[in-house]
């Protein structure tokens, strides 16, 4: 690791678009499959890791949910997520906000108990401040997106925000409109995939219909001037993952990745790690590819981290806190 790829690594950062699902390592999720039971078409972290080529998000998914099927107890939600919380430590995370999509394991007779107390048990033992991020499926209807309100219900108080993912293409923010106005209604912050493989229109509808926070990916916003403006005017975050657009062939390389345009057009860009081991990368190596393929400043690096706080789910006094750790990580 060069000198200044260490220090990308031990400033104090954020990751807020990461999913819980596809955070396993092949190692981790094999070992989940050998002590459920649980017969994989791979039989080796190698024969995983060949099978990581996604001709899009569609390819993607296809996996991931398959993959889904080693978590079923409660045990193994805390562990995966446990496991998260350690290597997101020695990547130089301090905050993280973790989506997890109840659906997939509800749809396999798992109790949601199961799932929510062994993800929040482990942010219970660790000393990153983590963020539970409940998560539906886009390409389900929104009466499903309801049902998985009612049965987080419990633990409401306990839950950071709600987000959405899945499949994007043909199922526009529109389509759960009346959704995001009641986890609104209930006090939740929102957020939602939206200008991944969909069109600029869809983040238009994002801010406008759902009226969510922040978006997450959102770089097809950079087609339509207008709507970029709009984003830096009214200060609304991208969560980007760039090497997660990279390998789902969002981007044709990172050199064309819109990320450096958008923050000089002064959005609030950030970069997280969305599947790590699925895309190659955690947030230092997303940092650290972008830094080379779009020769980024030190200064824009610093921006990036900077707005991971300023984009955070956090309290004002938690902000002031962790910013006052990055400026002085970052003079050190
Ligand atoms: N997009 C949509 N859904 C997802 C993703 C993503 O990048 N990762 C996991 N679920
Ligand atoms: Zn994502």
Redesign the pocket.
């Known amino acids: 690791m060069t000198p200044d790829e260490a220090f990308i690594r031990d400033l104090p950062k954020t990751d807020l678009h990461m999913?819980l699902?596809?955070s396993m390592e092949p190692e981790t999720m094999l070992e989940m499959a050998r002590r459920n039971g649980i017969g994989l078409r791979w039989g080796s972290p190698e024969a995983l890791r060949a099978a990581y080529e996604f001709e899009g998000?569609s390819s993607?998914?296809d996996l991931?949910f398959e993959a889904c099927r080693v978590l079923q107890s409660e045990r193994d939600f805390h562990d995966v997520t446990a496991a998260y919380l350690r290597r997101a430590r020695q990547d130089g995370v301090i905050h993280a906000e973790i989506?997890f999509?109840p659906q997939t394991f509800l749809d396999r007779n798992i109790p949601i108990a199961a799932m929510m107390d062994g993800i929040l048990g482990a942010f219970g033992e660790t000393d990153i401040s983590a963020g539970l991020l409940v998560?539906v499926h886009r390409h389900r209807s929104e009466a499903e997106a309801f049902e998985v309100l009612r049965l987080t219900e419990p633990w409401a108080d306990r839950v950071l925000g709600i987000g959405m993912?899945?499949?994007?293409l043909g199922n526009p923010p529109s389509k759960f409109v009346d959704f995001f106005a009641a986890c609104r209604a209930a006090g939740f912050r929102t957020t939602v995939?939206a200008g991944?493989e969909g069109p600029p229109a869809y983040v238009r509808e994002a801010i406008d219909l759902l009226r969510v926070s922040r978006i997450?990916?959102g770089v097809a916003a950079a087609q339509d001037p207008a709507l970029v403006a709009d984003l830096a005017a009214r200060g609304i975050p991208l969560t980007v993952?760039p090497l997660?657009n990279l390998r789902?062939k969002v981007v044709d390389s990172l050199a064309a990745h819109p990320l450096k345009a958008l923050l000089d057009a002064g959005v609030c860009v950030t970069v997280n790690s969305?599947?790590p081991p699925y895309f190659g990368g955690w947030v230092t190596e997303n940092l650290v590819a972008c830094r080379q393929a779009l020769g980024l400043s030190r200064g824009d690096i610093l921006r990036l981290v900077r707005n991971g706080f300023a984009a955070a789910f956090m309290s004002d006094a938690e902000r002031a806190t962790a910013l006052e750790r990055l400026d002085a990580a970052a003079k050190s």
């Open positions: 999913h699902e596809g998000l993607f998914l991931y989506f999509g998560s993912g899945g499949a994007e995939h991944e997450d990916h993952c997660s789902l969305d599947d």
